[in-house]
Nanobody
Framework: VQLQASGGGSAQAGDSLRLSCLASARPSSGYTMGWFRQAPGKEREFVAAIRWSGHTYYADSARGRFTISRDNAKTTVFLQMNSLKPEDAAVYYC???????????????????WGQGTLVTVSS
């Protein structure tokens, strides 16, 4: 499965952006898709994930402002980002993997497939 992220761009604090991640093929049952981000000089961090079942998980920094969702075909995952803050600026990566246990859902190395990243900048 190849993943392609898009939708990044420049925003001002308080604005919204919507990221998309398109999978090259319909993932198999049990596939989890997530979003991570990496700011300059920082480690890649978990943002949100959606399991095959539809259950969603968020980082504390994203909860209440970001929403992860997917289309019915389960080939595209979206990250709706509202009330953006300057600290949200980063390269955002979509990721996917099969057989990811719940305790690992926030760990980058648990994911097998990664998109190329899309840059989000937020000015104050």
């Amino acid at each position: 499965v190849q993943l392609q992220a898009s939708g990044g761009g420049s925003a001002q604090a308080g604005d919204s952006l919507r990221l998309s991640c398109l999978a090259s093929a319909r993932p198999s049952s049990g596939y989890t898709m997530g979003w991570f981000r990496q700011a300059p000089g920082k480690e890649r961090e978990f943002v949100a994930a959606i399991r095959w079942s539809g259950h969603t998980y968020y980082a504390d920094s994203a909860r209440g402002r970001f929403t992860i969702s997917r289309d019915n075909a389960k080939t595209t995952v979206f990250l709706q980002m509202n009330s953006l803050k300057p600290e949200d600026a980063a390269v955002y990566y979509c990721a996917g993997g099969g057989g990811i246990i719940l305790s690992s859902i926030r760990i980058p190395r648990a994911y097998d497939h990664w998109g190329q990243g899309t840059l989000v900048t937020v000015s104050s």
